[in-house]
């Protein structure tokens, strides 16, 4: 429990050296970073500078890539989300992502949202099924526009709604951790503006972790940021410190729009 | 020159003749117009060539065979018209035409090329056509008969009677029922077996096995595939048949025959794995990865994936991938011949031999028959009725595949 | 150390249910695969050990003496005389060549003489006449000549037949195995390699050991060719209209669906057109490879179209572009340049038609390809034109052995399945090995 200790109290997620590799190329070299609980964490830089890639070690969703190994320490809550006793099916119950591109599932909107629940076992009845359906289409600022056609297919909605769909879909399994990936990229400005609203709403109850290609988004709706250069961590601090007065010459070249 | 009529042989050599004469023709006839220089030409000497030899080819395939048809609609109607002679002299003179025809239009501003591309594209009109005609042939081939049967044999008594028992004194009793209830049993039994194991297959193949595994089970279980029915009817005839009448019929004593629905039944099965495994395994493949990643991180396992997502998205090409394998099943006839038996019987027994339509097919076609009684006749009914089955299914399954697949291009 | 309650390092029960569940799910799917492996392994052992024994067989080496007042008795080796001698004139001179060599080995056997004599094939007797009468001086002298064995005793120096199966049998008897053991150890009886089996013809049901697939392999070599000359230009041919230049309108769409449905029409309907439309309407020749291969065509006709217009359908519209762009035709540019870039694509879907064509058994049953046939079809005759004669092909030759009774013919008709097997195998591996040769990634 040595190393335990090292990590910082209050934090929600702490990484140690983290090292990815996909096959012999590393895609991260040695990432450490400390998240802290019911804040905006948002991940740029350019693309293929590994920001993805460490996003998804987060709920080890690298896992289902045969070639990808992820090595380091990483903890939720203090604990070792790579121990062998740990099941990525409970930590990703915990730790809920979106992807970039919407993705409903070929089914009713009820059921999409309704999906986690069942699989995990988290309601009893039908009426608290319904309860916790509602509340996440609530909590992604969706119940109003589908609330009367809760039947109809999750596919049939616009891109934006669908987005939101997707997050409501994730809320549902009572995550303590939301990963974002891109989530905003395949949307058009007033869907991303939706979307960026409901983040930071979202932050109340979540510990949010985004990446965007946007600085100006992260700008927007984050409290920290990461920036990432060629699978390592450059520079990790306030938004505003980042992004006002970066230490680091190459964070200053991204935002400044020199490299990227 | 009467040795030219003896043998209808010499027809090609002189058309081939004719051919080569007016590829030089319309070649030379292009050179002169051109007066040495190519320039002035609309098309090359060698496109006037080509053009020549298709103008005479072409119309000649065309005319001969017309005639023959003609020909075999007048035997059909017992007359014999159009003797060799006249097709012979008929063949030449369009020959003739097209040489002459073709050495004449050669000319400095003829566009042969263009000529020639049209003689090409007719060609290959007409060989896109044969898929239609054999479709039409497969419908005339049956209808006609099968006319002929009913007038012969009540189709109320075809369709609905229960026995079948012909006799080739008169007086048969032709009932498909016993017949399309043996089809049904061993296709519901090949199909009880087929389906589990081949969608098991794919599953395993497609969402859990590594690129090494599946390199080697995919091509193995593809082997099923391109292995010949008589040979699995050989297997059915000399392992499996003795086999399950050894060590399930008889100690259950359920019956003592080799033959039986079940053995045509599960060996058929083994033949259909690979048609349900492949398509589902296409079907399934089609599915965006995205969904199974949206699924995963919403923390379900594999199967729950497999079973909640991938599986309904996937499930039109599996229904289409099933009906194709029920329509295969139904048409199957090696299989049947060597191992479900020649009895037509109303049973529910799987153990006791049964016939098909497939069957009654061949065993009313082979041998000595007699193409005015209701007994050979029959065959033509039971075909029909055969092809009919299966176009629906197929025709359903073809939909269902097509339109599948443009969901997720 | 204890850990909280919602600890990620303790599996909850509802989770270790989900595990279990997908543990059997998983293993539902492998053992799936495992069940169409055993299959295959089951299906391709049982064929095999049944059918190779198809490739031995059992000779017994005679000294015949040919008197010649029996063979030749105006003495002047006229053959048209000697013919005259049948068959029947012959079968002694077999049953007393193997009497005097059970009585040189010096076996003593109470088995009465017709029986010795029954050890040798009735095919024996043909083949000594045969060779006699192309030898005519061989007359008045003995001439030393390995002869079939019977069935039965070829069954069992391969295992088939018993001594216990023998005592049932009235073909043969346990005794007749015994002489055939003794003349076994001695070396006038041996089995060895059989190479007749794939040149020979095949034989009537009494003669199993003599039967061979030598017709059944022309015939399905005549058809093969007549499905290669026809289906493979058609096939293209109406590809390349159908891809490259049909306007997709409802008509297209109907073809294609046509030629899906085509592609999944059972064969047997496919006999039925052969048999209504080129025997009884156009009047060719039953039984004859012209026929077996025309109705073949139609049937591998879908299969070539299809793999054709996938072939066609992968190079790239660039291709295309290009060609058109220097002032080349639509035909030229498909025949100079498409074409041959989807040529190794086409040749791969030809071999597997011609494949499936191989093997197909039904429509040939229609056309009257079943029937009995002991001589050598030409490829051309002045009485029956082009492959008119009457012939068989081999899956049918394996369904005829397999209606025999003679239980010598399922051992005849499993090793024509291994033969078959190996024609299929040699063909599928020659496409695949095409298509990893030229396989091109755009």
Not at chain 1, 159 to 186: K, N, W
Not at chain 2, 393 to 401: F, G, W
Not at chain 3, 28 to 44: F, K, Q, T
Not at chain 3, 218 to 240: D, E, F, H, Q, T
Request: with cysteine; hydrophobic share 50%.
């Amino acid at each position: 429990m040595k190393e335990a200790s090292m990590i910082q109290t209050g934090q929600k997620i702490s990484a140690r050296n983290v090292q990815v590799c996909y096959g012999d190329s590393p895609a991260i070299r040695g990432v450490s970073v400390d998240i802290a609980p019911n804040t905006v964490t948002a991940f740029i830089g350019p693309s293929g500078c590994g920001k993805s890639t460490f996003l998804r070690c987060l709920n080890r969703m690298n896992d289902t890539i045969d070639i990808c190994r992820v090595s380091g320490d990483i903890r939720i809550d203090g604990e070792d989300i790579y121990d062998r006793r740990v099941d990525p099916v409970q930590l990703r119950a915990k730790v809920g992502m979106v992807f970039q591109k919407p993705n409903p599932f070929p089914k009713s909107i009820f059921d999409n949202v309704a999906y986690g629940p069942k699989i995990h076992g988290l309601t009893r009845s039908k009426a608290e099924l319904a309860g916790v359906v509602e509340n996440a289409l609530r909590k992604a600022a969706l119940w109003d526009e589908v609330k009367d056609r809760l039947g109809s297919a999750g596919t049939a909605l616009s891109g934006g709604q669908q987005q939101r769909l997707c997050i409501a879909r994730a809320i549902a399994t009572s995550p303590e951790v939301l990963l974002m990936d891109e989530p905003c990229s395949a949307l058009d400005p007033i869907a991303t503006a939706q979307i960026e609203e409901l983040i930071d709403d979202l932050r109340q109850n979540f510990c949010v972790v985004i990446v965007t290609h946007s600085m100006q988004q992260a700008a927007r709706i984050s409290q920290k940021t990461a920036f990432f250069h060629l699978g390592s961590l450059v520079e990790y601090g306030d938004t505003d410190q980042i992004f006002t007065a970066p230490h680091d010459p190459r964070t200053e070249s991204y935002i400044t729009g020199r490299i990227g | 020159m009467m040795w030219v009529f003896d043998t209808i042989l010499s027809l090609p050599v002189l058309v081939i003749g004719l051919a080569v004469l007016a590829m030089i023709g319309a070649q030379v006839r292009a050179r002169l117009a051109a007066g040495g220089d190519l320039r002035r030409l609309a098309a090359l000497p060698r496109a006037h060539a080509v053009n020549a030899a298709l103008s005479v080819l072409i119309p000649v395939l065309a005319c001969y065979a017309a005639l023959s048809v003609a020909r075999m609609i007048g035997r059909q109607q017992g007359a014999q018209i159009l003797p060799d002679r006249t097709l012979f002299w008929a063949v030449l003179a369009v020959a003739l035409i097209g040489c002459i025809d073709a050495i004449l239009r050669a000319s400095a501003r003829f566009r042969a090329r263009a000529a020639s591309e049209a003689w090409i594209k007719a060609l290959l009109i007409a060989a896109s056509t044969t898929a239609i005609l054999t479709t039409v042939g497969i419908v005339f081939s049956m209808v006609f008969e099968a006319a002929n049967f009913f007038g012969q044999y009540g189709w109320r008594d075809f369709f609905l009677s229960t026995e079948w028992a012909p006799n080739f004194r008169g007086n048969s009793a032709l009932g498909i029922l016993p017949l399309l209830w043996g089809t049904l049993y061993v296709s519901f039994i090949a199909l009880a077996f087929a389906v589990p194991v081949g969608l098991f297959a794919a599953i395993y193949l497609s969402e859990y096995a590594g690129p090494r595994l599946r390199g080697i089970a995919k091509p193995l279980i593809e082997i099923l595939a391109g292995i010949p029915t008589i040979v699995y009817g050989l297997f059915a005839l000399i392992t499996i048949g003795p086999m399950l009448r050894d060590y399930f019929a008889q100690p259950l004593g359920l019956g003592d025959s080799a033959s039986s629905v079940m053995t045509a039944g599960l060996v058929m099965g083994i033949m259909l794995i690979p048609f349900v495994s492949s398509l589902s395994d296409d079907a399934m493949g089609a599915v965006p990865q995205a969904m199974r990643d949206g699924s995963s991180a919403l923390g379900a396992t594999r199967s729950e994936t497999i079973r909640q997502v991938v599986l309904p998205a996937a499930l039109p090409g599996i229904m289409g991938a099933v009906l194709l394998a029920a329509s295969r099943a139904i048409g199957e006839t090696m299989i049947v011949v060597l191992g479900a038996g020649a009895a037509a019987r109303l049973s529910l027994n799987p153990f006791e031999a049964m016939t098909t339509i497939t069957v009654k097919i061949v065993s009313q076609l082979t041998g000595d028959t007699d193409f005015a009684s209701p007994e050979t006749l029959v065959a033509f009914a039971l075909g029909l009725t055969l092809f009919t089955l299966t176009l629906c299914l197929n025709v359903v399954a073809l939909m269902i595949v097509r339109k599948y697949r443009e969901q997720y291009e | 150390m204890s850990e909280p309650a919602n600890s990620l390092l303790a599996q909850g029960a509802r989770t270790r249910r989900r595990r279990a569940s997908e543990a059997r799910f998983r293993a539902c799917g492998l053992a799936a695969i495992g069940i169409a492996a055993l299959a295959l392994i089951v299906l391709l052992t049982s064929v095999i050990s049944s059918g190779v024994g198809a490739f031995k067989q059992t000779y017994i080496t005679l000294e015949i003496a040919l008197p010649e007042a029996k063979l030749d008795k105006t003495g002047q080796r006229d053959p048209a005389q000697m013919a005259k001698v049948t068959t029947f004139g012959y079968a002694p001179l077999l049953g007393d060549a193997l009497l005097a060599q059970v009585d040189a080995v010096g076996i003593t056997t109470p088995l009465p003489t017709k029986e010795i004599a029954g050890m040798i094939s009735k095919e024996a007797v043909a083949t000594l006449r045969d060779h006699v009468l192309a030898n005519p001086g061989l007359v008045g002298g003995t001439v030393t000549l390995d002869v079939l064995a019977d069935g039965r005793i070829d069954g069992y120096f391969k295992g088939r037949v018993t001594m216990q199966s023998a005592a049932l049998d009235g073909n043969t008897s346990p005794e007749a195995l015994r002489v055939a053991q003794a003349l076994a150890d001695a070396g006038v009886i041996e089995t060895r390699l059989n190479w007749r089996f794939l040149t020979a013809p095949d034989a009537s049901d009494q003669r199993p050991e003599a039967a061979g697939l030598g017709v059944a392999i022309l015939g399905s070599l005549y058809m093969m060719a007549v499905v290669l000359v026809l289906a493979l230009p058609i096939g293209v041919a109406a590809s390349i209209y159908l891809e490259e230049f049909a306007p997709r309108n409802r008509i297209s769409d109907l073809i294609e669906v046509n030629i899906s449905n085509l592609a999944a029409v059972p064969s047997i309907v496919y006999g039925i057109l052969g048999l209504a439309i080129f025997i009884n309407f156009a009047g060719l020749r039953q039984s004859s490879p012209l026929v077996g291969g025309l109705v073949l065509t139609l049937m591998t006709l879908p299969t070539i179209i299809i793999s054709t217009r996938a072939a066609l359908k992968s190079v790239p519209p660039s291709i295309r572009d290009a060609a058109l762009g220097v002032g080349a035709s639509k035909m030229q540019s498909v025949f100079h340049h498409i074409l041959p870039l989807a040529a190794p694509g086409i040749l791969t879907g030809t071999i597997i038609g011609l494949a499936q064509a191989l093997g197909e058994t039904a429509p040939l049953l229609l056309i009257g390809m079943v029937a009995f046939v002991r001589e050598y079809p030409a490829a051309y005759s002045d009485a029956a034109d082009l492959f008119g004669e009457a012939a068989t092909a081999l899956p049918v030759q394996v369904f005829n052995w397999t209606q025999r009774a003679d239980p010598g013919f399922a051992e005849r008709a499993s090793g024509a399945i291994i033969t078959l097997l190996i024609f299929l195998a040699v063909m599928n591996i020659a496409a695949v090995l095409l298509r990893r040769r030229f396989e091109r990634r755009w």
